[in-house]
């Protein structure tokens, strides 16, 4: 069965700190990762998926077939990066989610 | 363009009742997903809405049903409501020109008594 593992439900870093968002998912196949992002009042939105390779507001994440990890990672965190996390992989449409890491970055 | 939107924001009902959510999808998406998200859990996939017809359904039971209307908008109905029903309950629509990519509404928060 498909499934997505996010082994941290908190992570607080200091300002100016890495952070590793981890993710571990099960999929017979390639998968189709992304990570979604939920600010305090705010809809979930997506922040990267693996396809397009892009960096956004600093975050990258690379899928690693071997480890089946799809780790999120920024080099130096900002206030503004906490939130929720989620991880996510999709098969026929269907979305499947990791029950999310709560990032606190603190001053 | 306000993205996806959905109705009511919150609602309380008691067990037993019926109750109707809707949404509407980003302006050009004509297919449409639905999510619980209970408490500290990521959101579980119920069913998915296109071109009218329920295309994929996740592990949920009869008494959760929807529709899709033929402007694409949506509703799920929930009947026989059990108090394990709150949640809040997201929406999410994508489109043809990429059918993976999911933008999420800002739910409905359900309460059952």
């Known amino acids: 069965a498909q499934r997505v593992t996010q082994p941290e439900k908190l992570l607080s870093v200091f300002k100016g700190a890495p952070v590793e968002l981890k993710c571990n998912y099960s999929?017979?196949?390639?998968?189709?990762l992304f990570w979604y992002v939920q600010y305090s009042r705010q809809r979930l939105q997506l922040l990267l998926r693996?396809?397009s390779r892009e960096s956004i507001k600093g975050f990258t994440a690379d899928l690693n077939k071997g480890e089946t990890s799809f780790h999120l990672k920024k080099p130096f965190a900002q206030e503004e990066d906490s939130a929720m996390y989620y991880c996510?992989?999709?098969?026929?449409?269907?979305?499947?989610f990791g029950q999310g890491t709560t990032l606190q970055v603190k001053p | 363009d306000a993205g996806v939107t959905q109705s009511p924001t919150h609602l309380i009902k008691t067990r037993g009742q019926q109750v109707t959510l809707r949404c509407s999808p980003k302006s050009g998406h004509d297919t449409v997903s639905w999510y619980q998200q209970a408490l500290g859990q990521g959101p579980q996939f119920i069913f998915q809405y296109y071109e009218e017809e329920e295309r994929q359904r996740g592990n949920f039971p009869d008494r959760f049903s929807g529709h899709q209307f033929p402007n694409y908008s949506s509703e799920l109905n929930v009947n026989a409501l059990l108090l394990g029903d709150s949640a809040l309950y997201l929406c999410?629509?994508?489109?043809?020109?990429?059918?993976?990519?999911?933008?999420f509404g800002p739910g409905t928060r359900l309460l059952v008594l």
């Open positions: 999929y017979s196949g390639s998968p189709e």
């Open positions: 996510a992989l999709i098969r026929w449409g269907k979305l499947i």
């Open positions: 693996h396809i």
């Open positions: 999410a629509s994508s489109g043809q020109g990429d059918q993976e990519t999911q933008y």
